[in-house]
């Protein structure tokens, strides 16, 4: 352990070993019937949390699998309620899963009030998701944590998406701004509050790419009008620039949600990360993913087909000769999920932590512990809705 | 081995974010660590049995260890961490702390997730079986009768497709002396009797020997019942069961309930807008697993409109009896196979025939080949 106080933060986790972990959990997973995803999900979090670093202090993940299984048995039986009337009512109402088929609707109207009916419980699940995870975080022995607040953070969040919906998007830094904003404000470390400064006008810099993509789009259409092939050129360049606009969007605003935050009044960061760097990692990480994926399943195929061609035409194949084939799926899967994680997820984590500075880590000499935050339902809403990204 | 000579090694104490160097020595006898902050604290000795490595660590060239202990944290550990860097040590403590690696669980952890699992599957199982059912029937006595309809004809092009037509109406039977015949046993059947649905048959060209009711009044006849009755006066007993289902309203529960029991399934399985559930109703349609109050309910209203019709429910014991033989055989005889009892059903629908006087044919047998022969051309 060095004692310098320099509030570099460092990235060390390794390719092989986080893919070993990986694969490991992940087969584990499938062997269980998913029931081993809680301690996969644990595992995968220490090994990246202790790969995290300031001044050669590592992070530690503290959660466990046990707990985040009771969380889901929680939620899921919370859920299961909610759930089964909302349908149950809907279809009263005519509408619900059952909805008349030949009315287009009817159907799109059921599809979206079922999603209304889940969304709170999404957003809902996104702040608990964070709270656990910092909950269950400790820097130099030292926990983490966030007030309770995850239905105001729904309700907020909810309003926002409907301001940003209605302006077309225009409010969305408003948006990405005040979220994090509530979330910052609601965090600690020890007895020192987090706290975000900055303005939301400010996060309209970041959002310059997807203003020309959207530009582009908009001159390609009227071009098109006149000179049809040069529109459409402008529209498809405009189109992709959108895309990419977005990235840097998320990008940017990190960064600068990021440098406007402090901890304890004291504490304050510096991020530099490079959209170009981690859309480089994304896209290029993506294309190995898929060409091994390709050529796994190719080759699955073609042992495959291979194994049946000598069998000439009895009964279809027996569940005995299926059985290797799927096993090969799954191996292939749960390989490939492994490798997503190498090739893209822990690069890009890699290079936010690498581009992290802290300023004044002296000042954390004098944070306090803070209570034990018992976690409540455990990732169990984020498990059960499927929320809250790769880990 | 490690020596008498203390070695360098990080403090924190779990009360501060400070970082404390401290001097790490092994006890004379090597049963703990001895942890002196200089500090002029007396040194805190770290037995070894309790000590405890975090787990899935990412960096190699240091150990971090921490106290087994009763605390508030969701591990019995202490919070306070040591981390040393040096080799030798690393490789001591390694090799003599017997539980490094054990994961320490609190008293009574197991009958915590028993009861849990327990109340999950309880609680589940209450919705589906009790509350599901209750709502069901609360729901259907006050559903409006047009969307009752709505929802039957949804529920048939839902049947049609599980029964392999690519779009809705291609499986339909209609040739003219077939649906003749059919319209002359429904008359026969319902004229006189005040029925709260419009009922109205349709014969589906599918091979399996099933007839089902949706809700508002449909009722779906596939051709294999055609072809496995040897009478007219089998399907007129099956068709007037399956009118007494419609006036009960019991299709309708069965997909409200199925609908609850859908949206639970999604959110199990986590597909949570329910796009897959729906093969699941379906499927359950096709089972039609009615409560057996309710199919004794509709065997009774059928052998009533039978009588009314003076039509013989004779026949109605024929046809169990020859789905008893059916059981028995090689082919699992999908209609009626899940409803309760087929013999008794046939002993009581004998005991009726045997009450019965001045039945007449339901349909002549010009008009019975007609019916058999719906699906052609």
């Known amino acids: ?391 | 081995m490690i020596g008498a000579a203390p070695i360098a090694a990080t403090f924190f104490d779990g009360q501060t974010a400070q970082r404390h160097p401290v001097l790490v020595s092994v006890t004379s006898d090597g049963s703990g660590l001895i942890l002196d902050l200089q500090t002029g604290v007396a040194p805190w000795l770290w037995p070894l049995t309790r000590l405890r490595a975090l787990g899935d660590q990412a960096v190699v060239n240091a150990l971090t260890l921490t106290l087994q202990s009763d605390s508030d944290d969701e591990s019995p550990r202490d919070p306070a961490r040591l981390v040393i860097t040096d080799p030798d040590l690393m490789a001591w403590v390694r090799l003599s702390a017997p539980q490094l690696a054990k994961r320490d669980v609190r008293r009574g952890t197991a009958t915590k997730i028993i009861t849990r699992l327990a109340l999950a599957v309880a609680s589940i199982g209450v919705i589906v079986f009790v509350i599901l059912p209750r709502m069901s029937d609360f729901l259907a006595d006050r559903m409006p009768l047009e969307t009752e309809v709505k929802f039957g004809r949804a529920v048939v092009s839902q049947m049609k497709y599980l029964l392999g037509a690519g779009k809705s109406g291609t499986l339909a039977c209609n040739n003219p002396a077939g649906e003749a015949a059919l319209n002359r046993m429904a008359s026969r059947l319902m004229d006189g009797q005040e029925l709260k649905y419009a009922i109205s048959f349709s014969v589906l060209d599918h091979e399996m020997v099933n007839a089902f009711a949706a809700p508002g009044g449909q009722i779906i006849i596939l051709r294999g019942l055609l072809d496995t009755s040897d009478t007219a006066e089998e399907v007129a007993a099956v068709l007037a069961h399956e009118i007494g289902h419609v006036e009960a309203r019991d299709p309708t529960r069965l997909m409200l309930r199925a609908a609850g029991s859908a949206g639970i399934v999604s959110i199990v399985l986590g597909d949570v807008t329910g796009g897959s559930v729906i093969g699941i109703i379906g499927d359950q349609m096709l089972q039609t697993s009615y409560t057996r109050k309710a199919e004794a309910a509709a065997d009774e209203f059928g052998l009533a409109m039978l009588q009314a019709a003076k039509v013989d429910s004779a026949a109605f014991a024929d046809f169990f009896d020859k789905l008893s033989g059916l059981e028995d055989g090689f082919v699992p005889p999908e209609y009626l196979s899940s409803h309760p009892s087929t013999s008794a059903r046939a002993a009581r629908a004998r005991d009726f025939a045997a009450a019965q006087t001045g039945t007449t044919p339901i349909l002549t047998d010009a008009e019975w080949q007609a019916l058999k022969g719906i699906c052609k051309g």
């Not at chain 1, 749960?334 to 002296?362: D, F, K, S, W, Y």
């Open chain 1, 1 to 391: 352990m060095s004692l310098n106080s320099s509030g570099n933060t460092r990235y060390s986790g390794q390719s092989t070993p986080i893919f070993k972990l990986a694969f490991v959990t992940g087969l584990l997973t499938v062997l269980t019937a998913g029931i081993y995803r809680f301690w996969a999900k644990t595992r995968m979090r220490k090994y990246i949390w202790s790969s995290v670093s300031i001044d050669g202090d590592s992070f530690e993940y503290t959660g466990t699998g046990l707990e985040k299984l009771l969380g889901f048995l929680v939620a899921i039986v919370f859920l299961a309620v909610y759930l089964g009337g909302i349908q149950l009512l809907l279809t009263f109402a005519g509408l619900g899963i059952m909805g008349q088929p030949d009315n287009e609707l009817a159907i799109l109207a059921s599809v979206y009030l079922s999603f209304f009916a889940v969304a709170p419980f999404m957003l809902f699940a996104v702040y608990r998701s964070r709270r656990y995870k910092l909950a269950r975080t400790r820097l130099r022995g030292i926990r983490f944590g966030m007030e309770s607040a995850a239905w105001g953070y729904a309700l907020r969040a909810m309003g926002h998406y409907i301001l940003t919906f209605l302006t077309l998007g225009i409010l969305l830094p408003r948006q990405s701004f005040y979220l994090e904003k509530f979330m910052t404000d609601r965090s600690h470390y020890g007895d020192a509050r987090f706290e975000q400064g900055g303005r939301w006008q400010s996060l309209y810099g970041a959002m310059k790419h997807v203003f020309i993509g959207l530009g582009m789009m908009v001159l390609g259409g009227v071009l098109a009008i006149a000179v049809p092939i040069l529109g459409a050129i402008i529209g498809v360049i405009g189109y992709f620039w959108f895309f990419v606009g977005f990235a840097y969007y998320r990008v940017h605003s990190y960064a600068y949600l990021t440098n406007h935050k402090t901890l304890g009044g004291q504490v304050t960061f510096v991020a530099t990360p490079s959209a170009g760097e981690i859309l480089k990692i994304v896209i290029l990480g993506g294309i190995a993913v898929g060409l091994a994926g390709g050529i796994a399943f190719a080759i699955l195929g073609g042992l495959f087909a291979a194994s049946f061609s000598g069998m000439g035409m009895g009964a279809g194949p027996s569940p005995l000769a299926i059985a290797p084939l799927i096993i090969g799926y799954l191996l292939i899967l749960v390989a490939l999920g492994a490798l997503a994680i190498v090739m893209v997820t822990q690069p890009v984590i890699a290079h936010l932590v690498n581009h992290l500075h802290v300023n004044n880590t002296e000042a954390l000499a004098g944070i306090r512990q803070r209570a034990a935050d018992s976690g409540a339902d455990a990732d169990g809403f984020a498990d059960a809705l499927d929320v809250g990204g790769a880990i």
